[in-house]
């Protein structure tokens, strides 16, 4: 880590969602910086640019407008240069075909977002304080849906 | 088979015997030609001897006559007496004549005329000199009693000739006559014999042949009888036969082929171009085509093509037809045409319901997806704005809005529930590729593992038998588990721990009258028991039915979904799930699924 801070990055294209992911990290006082896109083309063209800083844990919401987050997933897997980014699963639905398509595809968690904004806190919480080598380690599709 | 196998061996029989019996009709008609010449010939040899032996008397008599006549001469002088020896001496020749031919076959005979002509010469030279003698008057003379006397030898010799003659053909006739009496003494027997052994030839025939009629009589009915049923079972089954006799190229279709076309029976020639005139036209050239390869292999595969009625309906008919070829080795295909418009139209209706049923599955999961995303995306934000709102606004608010904050938040969560227990109902589909081998136990486990908050609120004990490995859908037996556990845990008495006893066993299908006639004969069976508050007996069946619920929701939080879970899950797996319920002593939930 350069830097003393986590990198997070979220692309979500609903706005009441991102609100609650902006205000909860604001109370969880973690040095973190958090920087949002309201699609997938927006997050990849931000990514794509060179030389660009690198988020160490992305949080791609599945179902955006022009570019799904299973395609970001996808992009993003098959390039070299962000093989360290951290990818959580960020998505209403945790039906069985999406957790099966997106562990496969390689994302590192799956997050179905709370109803209740403690409980979002405190996954936003542990999920940036994870060892992400040590859970990546001993990954499998049991323990890839996070659960709280 | 047989019979007419054995009417096939005596028709050569009879022919045999026929032929035979022919034979012995031209032996007998050949003997008897033959015996039947023999006694002509006999009569005629008869005749003839009789003919030889008149001529040799009238020669005698003539000459007798003319001795007689020549004696009379002599005594009286008198020249009428010579009369009948001027006669005598043409007639001689005459009877010399006959004789001569009628015994030109013998020549022994002929030369007996011979000498007999010689004597007679002699003794008519005898009877001139005696005569001339015996005019002069010399009847004393020495010359003329010499003459007399060598007249009376001559005389004498000729007598004895001809008796000599009549007997050499009396002789010849009893030769004759002895040889045919013993051919033709043989004849009847012989007849008689060749007729008794015809007769009992042909009653043997007759014989044979009542039987083969009686048998072929029978089978006439028996086939008369068929025919019948095979014209029933045509209409019926709404087919019709042909024949194509192959070496004739000829048709012969039945009636009901007619009434498939939409014709009276027989209307038209059965022949090929009159039926290709009901063909569709867009199938004439494919079916004209199967034709004439049916016409060049014998062979006729299943075809299928169109036809149209003269009433304009479009018929759909499928052919067949294969080579037989009959006793006398004549070559035919037997073919049958059956009317499948009804198939047809079953199937496309059939298709078309497909069609239908996949489109409402299509428009139920995306049901599903608007379900499971969308209405649960606002749902989700009232309940962490409610969050918020109870978290940082707390203070600003007054006790009623606490309480209607609260009364939101109920609401809002039994919504959830409500869409959880709805999408986990309409996921819970049956997928033969999802079964597989799985440890139960393990599921029963995980099931327990996700209620261990409740069990350890409530201080439940739950205790189970081994269950052996099944071939299931996994996640929808560990589903199973957790809905019933969960309903023994939410439906508990007050003040009493809950006790949930899962055993297991094994049951024979005769034993269970819902499944006596089932495939399987064996069922695993899994017995749910709790001590809770229990149900009335009545509504066992009624707690599976999907809303149904026993208990207004303000006592107990249920959606009704739960129990028609379970259900679903079961029939799943070709099981089937029953419950027993005892108010306030609790309640038994029974899972029987076939041990394959």
Same mark, same amino acid.
């Given at each position: 880590?350069?830097?003393?801070?986590?990198?997070?990055?979220?692309?979500?294209?609903?706005?009441?969602?991102?609100?609650?992911?902006?205000?909860?990290?604001?109370?969880?006082?973690?040095?973190?910086?958090?920087?949002?896109?309201?699609?997938?083309?927006?997050?990849?063209?931000?990514?794509?640019?060179?030389?660009?800083?690198?988020?160490?844990?992305?949080?791609?919401?599945?179902?955006?407008?022009?570019?799904?987050?299973?395609?970001?997933?996808?992009?993003?897997?098959?390039?070299?240069?962000?093989?360290?980014?951290?990818?959580?699963?960020?998505?209403?639905?945790a039906s069985e075909e999406d957790i099966e398509n997106?562990f496969v595809?390689?994302?590192?968690?799956?997050?179905?977002?709370?109803?209740?904004?403690?409980?979002?806190?405190?996954?936003?919480?542990?999920?940036?304080?994870?060892?992400?080598?040590?859970?990546?380690?001993?990954?499998d599709k049991d323990n890839f849906l996070?659960r709280? | 088979?047989?019979?007419?196998?054995?009417?096939?061996?005596?028709?050569?029989?009879?022919?045999?015997?026929?032929?035979?019996?022919?034979?012995?009709?031209?032996?007998?008609?050949?003997?008897?030609?033959?015996?039947?010449?023999?006694?002509?010939?006999?009569?005629?040899?008869?005749?003839?001897?009789?003919?030889?032996?008149?001529?040799?008397?009238?020669?005698?008599?003539?000459?007798?006559?003319?001795?007689?006549?020549?004696?009379?001469?002599?005594?009286?002088?008198?020249? $009428?007496?010579?009369?009948?020896?001027?006669?005598?001496?043409?007639?001689?020749?005459?009877?010399?004549?006959?004789?001569?031919?009628?015994?030109?076959?013998?020549?022994?005979?002929?030369?007996?005329?011979?000498?007999?002509?010689?004597?007679?010469?002699?003794?008519?030279?005898?009877?001139?000199?005696?005569?001339?003698?015996?005019?002069?008057?010399?009847?004393?003379?020495?010359?003329?009693?010499?003459?007399?006397?060598?007249?009376?030898?001559?005389?004498?010799?000729?007598?004895?000739?001809?008796?000599?003659?009549?007997?050499?053909?009396?002789?010849?006739?009893? $030769?004759?006559?002895?040889?045919?009496?013993?051919?033709?003494?043989?004849?009847?027997?012989?007849?008689?014999?060749?007729?008794?052994?015809?007769?009992?030839?042909?009653?043997?025939?007759?014989?044979?042949?009542?039987?083969?009629?009686?048998?072929?009589?029978?089978?006439?009915?028996?086939?008369?009888?068929?025919?019948?049923?095979?014209?029933?079972?045509?209409?019926?089954?709404?087919?019709?036969?042909?024949?194509?006799?192959? +070496?004739?190229?000829?048709?012969?279709?039945?009636?009901?082929?007619?009434?498939?076309?939409?014709?009276?029976?027989?209307?038209?020639?059965?022949?090929?171009?009159?039926?290709?005139?009901?063909?569709?036209?867009?199938?004439?050239?494919?079916?004209?085509?199967?034709?004439?390869?049916?016409? +060049?292999?014998?062979?006729?595969?299943?075809?299928?093509?169109?036809?149209?009625?003269?009433?304009?309906?479009?018929?759909?008919?499928?052919?067949?037809?294969?080579?037989?070829?009959?006793?006398?080795?004549?070559?035919?295909?037997?073919?049958?045409?059956?009317?499948? $418009?009804?198939?047809?139209?079953?199937?496309?209706?059939?298709?078309?319901?497909n069609?239908?049923l996949e489109?409402?599955n299509?428009?139920l999961s995306?049901?599903n997806?608007?379900?499971s995303?969308?209405?649960?995306?606002?749902?989700?934000?009232?309940? $962490?704005?409610?969050?918020?709102?109870?978290?940082?606004?707390?203070?600003?608010?007054?006790?009623?809005?606490?309480?209607?904050?609260?009364?939101?938040?109920?609401?809002?969560?039994?919504?959830?529930?409500?869409?959880d227990d709805l999408l986990q109902f309409s996921r819970t589909n049956r997928s033969e590729e999802a079964l597989e081998d799985s440890n139960i136990n393990i599921l029963l486990e995980t099931a327990k593992h996700d209620l261990v908050?409740?069990?350890?609120?409530?201080?439940?004990?739950i205790s189970s038998d081994f269950i052996p490995s099944m071939k299931v859908i996994p996640f929808q037996i560990k589903q199973l588990f957790l809905n019933l556990m969960s309903n023994s845990?939410?439906?508990?008495?007050?003040?009493?721990?809950?006790?949930i006893t899962i055993t297991y066993s094994q049951t024979k299908a005769s034993d269970l009258p819902k499944i006596k006639y089932s495939k399987h004969n064996l069922y695993h069976t899994i017995t749910v028991k709790d001590?809770?508050?229990?149900?009335?007996?009545?509504?066992?069946e009624?707690i599976f039915i999907l809303?149904?619920?026993?208990?207004?929701?303000?006592?107990?939080?249920?959606?009704?979904i739960g129990l028609s879970i379970c259900k679903k899950i079961v029939e799943n797996h070709n099981g089937y799930i029953t419950a027993e319920?005892?108010?306030?002593?609790?309640s038994i939930f029974t899972i029987y699924l076939p041990l394959s």
């Open positions: 880590m350069q830097e003393d801070y986590t990198y997070v990055v979220l692309a979500d294209d609903d706005e009441d969602d991102r609100l609650f992911f902006v205000e909860a990290f604001e109370e969880l006082k973690i040095q973190t910086r958090v920087d949002i896109y309201k699609d997938g083309v927006a997050l990849m063209d931000a990514l794509n640019v060179p030389d660009s800083v690198l988020p160490n844990i992305l949080f791609l919401d599945l179902n955006m407008p022009k570019k799904s987050g299973l395609e970001c997933l996808i992009e993003i897997k098959s390039n070299n240069r962000f093989k360290d980014i951290a990818i959580a699963i960020y998505s209403t639905s997106t595809q390689g994302a590192n968690i799956y997050i179905k977002k709370p109803s209740d904004f403690k409980i979002l806190k405190k996954i936003l919480s542990d999920v940036v304080t994870i060892n992400w080598q040590y859970h990546t380690n001993g990954l996070l709280l | 088979m047989m019979p007419f196998k054995s009417i096939y061996y005596s028709e050569r029989f009879l022919k045999i015997i026929f032929g035979f019996s022919l034979f012995m009709v031209l032996v007998m008609g050949g003997i008897a030609y033959k015996h039947i010449r023999q006694l002509s010939r006999s009569t005629a040899d008869v005749q003839h001897n009789y003919e030889v032996h008149l001529e040799l008397e009238k020669l005698l008599s003539a000459l007798k006559d003319a001795e007689s006549g020549k004696r009379g001469f002599i005594i009286s002088r008198d020249s $009428t007496f010579l009369e009948p020896l001027l006669l005598s001496s043409l007639e001689l020749d005459k009877n010399m004549e006959h004789l001569k031919f009628l015994t030109k076959d013998n020549p022994e005979q002929q030369k007996n005329i011979a000498e007999l002509k010689a004597k007679i010469v002699k003794s008519l030279d005898i009877f001139k000199k005696t005569l001339d003698l015996a005019a002069t008057d010399n009847l004393n003379s020495p010359e003329f009693i010499a003459g007399f006397r060598e007249g009376r030898q001559t005389m004498n010799s000729v007598r004895f000739k001809i008796i000599e003659m009549t007997t050499h053909e009396s002789d010849v006739l009893g $030769t004759s006559k002895e040889k045919s009496s013993k051919n033709i003494s043989n004849t009847p027997m012989l007849l008689y014999y060749v007729l008794i052994l015809s007769l009992l030839i042909l009653l043997l025939t007759y014989l044979q042949n009542s039987k083969n009629l009686k048998v072929l009589k029978e089978k006439n009915e028996l086939l008369e009888t068929f025919k019948k049923s095979t014209t029933q079972s045509e209409i019926i089954s709404k087919h019709g036969n042909w024949i194509w006799h192959i +070496e004739e190229n000829t048709f012969e279709y039945s009636d009901n082929l007619y009434r498939l076309l939409g014709e009276e029976p027989q209307s038209f020639e059965a022949n090929l171009a009159n039926y290709m005139d009901f063909v569709h036209p867009d199938d004439v050239d494919k079916l004209t085509e199967q034709v004439n390869k049916m016409m +060049e292999n014998e062979d006729l595969p299943f075809i299928h093509y169109r036809i149209i009625q003269k009433n304009g309906s479009i018929k759909h008919f499928k052919a067949y037809g294969k080579l037989l070829i009959d006793s006398d080795g004549h070559k035919k295909i037997l073919g049958t045409t059956a009317d499948i $418009t009804d198939e047809i139209e079953n199937y496309r209706l059939i298709e078309k319901r069609l239908e489109r409402s299509k428009e995306s049901f997806y608007v379900a995303h969308d209405l649960q995306e606002p749902l989700r934000k009232i309940q $962490t704005f409610l969050s918020r709102l109870e978290e940082k606004e707390q203070d600003h608010l007054s006790n009623n809005g606490k309480v209607y904050i609260e009364r939101i938040k109920s609401s809002s969560t039994r919504m959830r529930s409500l869409i908050e409740i069990i350890s609120d409530k201080r439940a004990r845990l939410k439906y508990s008495r007050e003040l009493t721990a809950p006790v001590n809770g508050i229990g149900f009335d007996q009545d509504y066992a009624k809303f149904n619920r026993l208990h207004n929701k303000n006592e107990y939080s249920g959606t009704g319920g005892d108010i306030n002593n609790g």
